[in-house]
C-alpha cells in the first residue's frame, strides 16, 4: 500500500532552491546565480567569464541525484552545474545564464547525461550560445549497461560513470588543454566507462506517496535514477552474488557496451543511490575488485566508494567500470577542491591488501609458559571445574537472556555471554595454566575480549583484568579464600569505575556487590570458606532479582519504560548471577567429594 513519503523539507516546491542556498553557505568556493526560482545555477565562486582563461566545464540536469552535479563543482572539476526541478531537466534559459557565466575565450564543454530532455535542452543552449560567440562543445554520456541494446534513437542511459567523465574533464581543463581536446579527453572518457544499478527500493518525490512497486525481499536489476523500470525484478540475493551478476552483465562480450578484456587497467566506482548505508557499500567494493581481479582478468587501479549520482532516498547502488590508461589514472589522480570527489583514494593501490600483522603483547609473561598444565594441582583442578561450571551455566542461559532482554534492551544478550562462555570452554582444554590462578583469570579475560562484542564484553574484560591483578601479587600455588574475595572486590570497583554503574543502577553489580558483601562478612566471621561461597551466591541471586524494582540508570534499559522493566530482571545481573551461584555449587560439591 502506498503511503506519504517523510521528508525534512518545507515546500515540496521549494526543495531545489533551498538545497542549493545551503550547498553555498557549506563551501565557501562554491556560488549560484541570482535568478531564483527559474534559474538554478551554481558556479565557482572565483570565475568570472571576464576573467576566466581556461575551457569551462558545465555538467545538470534534473536535481534528486545529488551531490550530482552541484557537488562536484570545484577547481579541477566543473566550473558550473545546471539544476533543473527533481528528475526534470533544466531549461534552456538556465543552461545559458550558465554558459555566459562561467564561458571566457576558451570557451565550454557541456557534458550532458543521456536523457532526451537533456539532450534537446543543453543542445538548443548550445546552438543559441555560439550564435552569441561562444565557443562550445557537446559530450553526451550514455553509460547504462543494464538495457539491451538500443535500436530506437533514445540510446543508453547516462548514469553515474558520467561523473568520472565529469572528472576527468574538469582536469583536462585545469591543465590549460584546448576545447577541442578537452572535448576529445571527455569523449574517450565516455566511451570507456559501463554502469548498471541494482534497487532495493524506489524513490520518494518530496510531497509525493511512496510507491510500493518492489514488495518484500524483492530487487529490481537496472533500475532507472528516476525510478524508471530497469530489465528485471528478482528475488534478493547476497551481496557477493549480485555484484558478480552485474559486472558480468557490464563486461559482456554480447552486449560489448564497453571494450575492457582480461588483462586491461580498470577504474571501479561503486555508488549509493541515495538510501543506502556506507557500509553496505563498502561490503560491495570489497566483493566487486576480486571479482574483477579473479573472474574478469582485470586490474583494479583505483576504487571510488560512495553517494556520486543518487535517485533521492532509492536503496541499492550502481557499479561503474571505466578502463584505464596514464591519462585518465592521471586526470582522476588530479588535485580537485570539488567538495564531494572522495579523498585519499589517488595513487597506485597494491593489488592485494595484505593485513598489517598484530603488534606483540608486552606482557611480562611469555607465551611458552602459558597452556594447560600436563598435570594439575589441587588448586588447579578446583579451578577448572569451577570454571567449567560456570561457563555452561551461561551456556543454559542463552535462550532466557535473550528473551528478557528484548523487553529491556537490544535482544543479544544471551548470545553474546553464549559466546563467552563457549569461547573460555573451549579455550580452557588448551591455554589455560590453571595451576596458575592469577594467569587463568587473565586468559578469560582474553577469551572473553576475543569474541564478546558490546559493553558486556569490555567490562569483564576489565573485569578480569582488576582480578589478575589483585591476584598477580598473591602466591601462585595456593591462593586463599580470602584472596579470592579480595580480587572479587577489586574487580567490582574497576567496572563500577570504568563504567559508571554502582549498587542500584540495574546492572550486574547488583548481583556482585552483595554477593561480595557477604562473601567478606561470612569469612571473617571464620565460616567455612565453602559455605560462605554459597551464602554469598544465594545473596547474588537475590541482588539480580531485585532488578525487577529497579529503574535503569546505565545501558541500553535507561530508554525502557519502567512498566516494561518491572515485567523482567536485568539479563546482564541474571547472568552474573547464573555464573557465580555454578561456581559456589562446584567449589561446594569438590570440597564435600574430597
Not at 551531490?67 to 534552456?92: K, N, R
Not at 575565450?105 to 543559441?128: K, S
Not at 590549460?176 to 518525490?205: N, Q, Y
Request: proline share 5%; net charge negative.
Amino acid at each position: 500500500m502506498a503511503f506519504q513519503g517523510k521528508k525534512l523539507i518545507s515546500d515540496p516546491n521549494d526543495v531545489v532552491t533551498e538545497f542549493i542556498e545551503g550547498l553555498v553557505e557549506t563551501y565557501p568556493g562554491l556560488q549560484f546565480l541570482d535568478g531564483f526560482p527559474q534559474v538554478k545555477v551554481v558556479l565557482r565562486a572565483d570565475v568570472s567569464s571576464a576573467t576566466y582563461n581556461k575551457v569551462a566545464v558545465i555538467s545538470g540536469g534534473g536535481s534528486g541525484h545529488e551531490p550530482a552535479h552541484a557537488g562536484f563543482v570545484g577547481e579541477g572539476m566543473l566550473t558550473a552545474a545546471i539544476c533543473g526541478d527533481v528528475f526534470a531537466s533544466p531549461p534552456v534559459d538556465s543552461i545559458l545564464a550558465g554558459i555566459r557565466a562561467v564561458t571566457g575565450p576558451m570557451g565550454c564543454l557541456l557534458i550532458v547525461t543521456n536523457y532526451t530532455g537533456d539532450r534537446l535542452n543543453f543542445g538548443l543552449a548550445a546552438e543559441q550560445a555560439k550564435s552569441e560567440g561562444y565557443k562550445v562543445e557537446i559530450v553526451i554520456v550514455g553509460d547504462d549497461c543494464a538495457l539491451p541494446p538500443p535500436r530506437g534513437i533514445a540510446g543508453r542511459r547516462g548514469l553515474a560513470g558520467t561523473i568520472l567523465v565529469n572528472k576527468i574533464a574538469g582536469a583536462a581543463a585545469a591543465a590549460g588543454l584546448s576545447l577541442a581536446d578537452v572535448a576529445a579527453e571527455a569523449k574517450r572518457a565516455s566511451e570507456m566507462v559501463g554502469t548498471m544499478g541494482v534497487a532495493l527500493s524506489v524513490c520518494t518525490l518530496p510531497g509525493q506517496v511512496t510507491s510500493d512497486r518492489l514488495g518484500p525481499g524483492k530487487m529490481e536489476l537496472g533500475l532507472g535514477i528516476h525510478g524508471e523500470p530497469g530489465a528485471a525484478v528478482a528475488d534478493l540475493q547476497p551481496v557477493d552474488v549480485v555484484v558478480s551478476h552485474v559486472l558480468k552483465q557490464i563486461l559482456s562480450t554480447e552486449t560489448n557496451y564497453v571494450p575492457i578484456t582480461r588483462g586491461n587497467r580498470v577504474v571501479l566506482m561503486i555508488n549509493g543511490l541515495g538510501a543506502t548505508p556506507v557500509m553496505e557499500l563498502m561490503i560491495a567494493a570489497g566483493k566487486a575488485v576480486p571479482n574483477l581481479q579473479l573472474e574478469h582478468g582485470l586490474a583494479v587501479e583505483r576504487v571510488y566508494t560512495g553517494s556520486f549520482m543518487t535517485s533521492l532516498d532509492m536503496a541499492g547502488f550502481s557499479i561503474s567500470i571505466m578502463k584505464a590508461d596514464e591519462v585518465i589514472l592521471k586526470y582522476l589522480d588530479a588535485t580537485t577542491k570539488a567538495p564531494h570527489w572522495p579523498v585519499g583514494v589517488d595513487g597506485n593501490r597494491p593489488p592485494a591488501k595484505i593485513p598489517v600483522p598484530m603488534p606483540p603483547s608486552h606482557s611480562t609473561k611469555s607465551d611458552e609458559s602459558l597452556g594447560r598444565p600436563l598435570q594439575l594441582s589441587q588448586q588447579g583442578h578446583v579451578l577448572e571445574v569451577t570454571i567449567e561450571a560456570a561457563a555452561e551455566a551461561v551456556v543454559n542461559l542463552r535462550d532466557r537472556l535473550n528473551e528478557w532482554d528484548s523487553k529491556v534492551g537490544d535482544g543479544d544478550c544471551g548470545s553474546t555471554m553464549y559466546r563467552g562462555a563457549t569461547a573460555i570452554l573451549e579455550d580452557k582444554k588448551k591455554y589455560y595454566p590453571l595451576n596458575d590462578a592469577a594467569e587463568t583469570v587473565n586468559e578469560i579475560g582474553a577469551s572473553i575480549r576475543r569474541v564478546m562484542g558490546g559493553t558486556s564484553g569490555i567490562l569483564y574484560h576489565i573485569f578480569c583484568k582488576a582480578a589478575y591483578a589483585k591476584l598477580k601479587a598473591s602466591s601462585k600455588s595456593g591462593i586463599t579464600s580470602k584472596q579470592w574475595a579480595e580480587a572479587l572486590e577489586a574487580s567490582i570497583a574497576a567496572v563500577s569505575k570504568y563504567g559508571g554503574a554502582t549498587a542500584g543502577y540495574r546492572t550486574m553489580l547488583d548481583t556482585l556487590i552483595p554477593a561480595a558483601a557477604v562473601l567478606q562478612e561470612r569469612l571473617s566471621a571464620g565460616i567455612d570458606p565453602s559455605t560462605a561461597f554459597i551464602l554469598s551466591s544465594e545473596a547474588a541471586i537475590a541482588g539480580a532479582e531485585s532488578t525487577k524494582h529497579m529503574q535503569a540508570q546505565a545501558g541500553r534499559s535507561t530508554y525502557i519504560s519502567p512498566e516494561i522493566l518491572a515485567s523482567v530482571p536485568d539479563p546482564g545481573a541474571m547472568a552474573a548471577a547464573a555464573w557465580y551461584r555454578a561456581a559456589a555449587l562446584a567449589v561446594k560439591d569438590m570440597y564435600q567429594a574430597s
